[in-house]
């Protein structure tokens, strides 16, 4: 079983990523942290969860962040008293109950989302509790809200393809924005980036890490669990597919619908387990998809996503080249169009240099921004070790 023999589960120390000049020292970020995290915690005691995402009138909404991921996003945006916050995202409006107690009655949270069920939701919620200052907006997250800026932090819960411009427009200067954004122009590759506006305008000391959240499409989302953006074929039938490639620009005479069927219909399947936990299982997986995308890059990349809706609700990663097509699914199956095919191959040999740099994941990739029409486009690269 590759993993057991032929794969070796190192436990190599990382070097640690070059320090930029203009980057606060270790005892200054140690401060800002614990001062951050106090204020979480005062905010975490004060707000009441179930208010917001089981009320005993207004019940529940279809999809809550867990509680641990709410408040390790909320310390990378590092929201301080009276601050001017714009959350993108309202969902169950606990997040933005949360983010009012933080910056207190000086500051101000916009809380923007797509679906006025949710911020009409939100809106009876906050006026139970009598939170005053908060103002909520049914609007296109992509777009911000002008009227009530400039914005001191800027902090998304779904997952644009890119920064939009409209955001850091909004900014004020030396604010910070985290939100969860595509990482490479293929689907389901998400992770989080931290960065502050500099006084031109320009995104400065970009920071990744893990995150897991739906697309922010520019209607309500009513594909949950199909992926929005950047998906080149499907199949319909008892179980839809889907797929992604990051070729389909770079080699137009290739149908990604025979890549769909490669792996749809796979000759090939092994078994290749990160961890016998599910919950470490899908932590390294994730970890190993991050690291494909640093591994390709975005020039002439053959990453490949692909994944299956309901009932099995499938997603994978790895490589293909039109001819040839091997993925790993979260769960740990190696599929491929034949044993011997060059992806298979591919995919396995990244698998090794995976374990062989200590299982790296988002936080050890280093983060490009460029500038785009639409806004700023995050690519990741791997870090020298």
């Not at 939100?122 to 009598?130: D, F, N, T």
């Not at 931290?194 to 970009?206: F, I, M, Q, S």
């Not at 992806?343 to 299982?359: C, M």
Request: with cysteine; net charge negative.
């Amino acid at each position: 079983m590759l993993g057991s023999k032929s794969i070796r589960d190192l436990s190599a120390s990382r070097t640690p990523q070059t320090a930029r000049s203009t980057s606060p020292s270790e005892s200054e970020l140690s401060t800002e942290g614990n001062a951050v995290s106090d204020l979480i915690s005062t905010a975490v005691q004060a707000v009441p969860r179930q208010h917001y995402t089981n009320h005993p009138q207004l019940g529940s909404v279809p999809q809550s962040t867990a509680q641990a991921a709410i408040e390790r996003d909320l310390a990378r945006a590092a929201a301080k008293p009276g601050m001017r916050v714009m959350e993108i995202g309202t969902g169950t409006g606990y997040t933005g109950a949360l983010l009012a107690e933080i910056v207190g009655s000086d500051g101000h949270v916009v809380s923007i989302d797509i679906d006025p069920s949710l911020t009409e939701r939100a809106g009876k919620l906050h006026a139970e509790r009598g939170v005053s200052n908060l103002t909520l907006v049914t609007a296109d997250g992509h777009q911000g809200s002008p009227e009530n800026g400039p914005y001191d932090v800027i902090i998304g819960w779904a997952t644009p393809t890119r920064i939009p411009a409209a955001w850091v427009a909004q900014c004020a200067s030396g604010a910070r924005i985290a939100t969860p954004v595509y990482i490479a122009p293929v689907a389901r590759t998400v992770g989080h980036i931290t960065a502050t506006v500099a006084a031109e305008g320009e995104l400065t000391d970009p920071k990744l890490g893990p995150a897991v959240y739906v697309d922010m499409g520019v209607e309500i989302n009513t594909t949950l669990g199909i992926p929005l953006f950047f998906v080149d074929a499907t199949s319909a039938g008892e179980v839809p597919a889907w797929v992604s490639v990051a070729w389909r620009d770079v080699t137009p005479e290739h149908d990604p619908a025979n890549t769909l069927t490669m792996l749809r219909d796979a000759d090939y399947s092994q078994r290749v387990v990160f961890s016998d936990l599910e919950k470490e299982q899908a932590e390294r997986w994730r970890d190993f998809r991050a690291y494909c995308v640093g591994h390709e890059g975005n020039e002439r990349s053959n990453l490949t996503a692909f994944g299956t809706g309901a009932p099995e609700w499938t997603t994978a990663i790895g490589f293909s080249s039109g001819n040839n097509a091997a993925v790993l699914t979260a769960e740990g199956q190696l599929l491929g169009n034949r044993e011997d095919s060059p992806a298979v191959a591919k995919l396995k040999d990244v698998i090794r240099e995976w374990y062989d740099s200590g299982r790296p994941g988002l936080d050890s990739l280093e983060a490009n921004i460029s500038d785009h029409p639409d806004g700023w486009t995050v690519s990741a690269y791997l870090s020298r070790y």
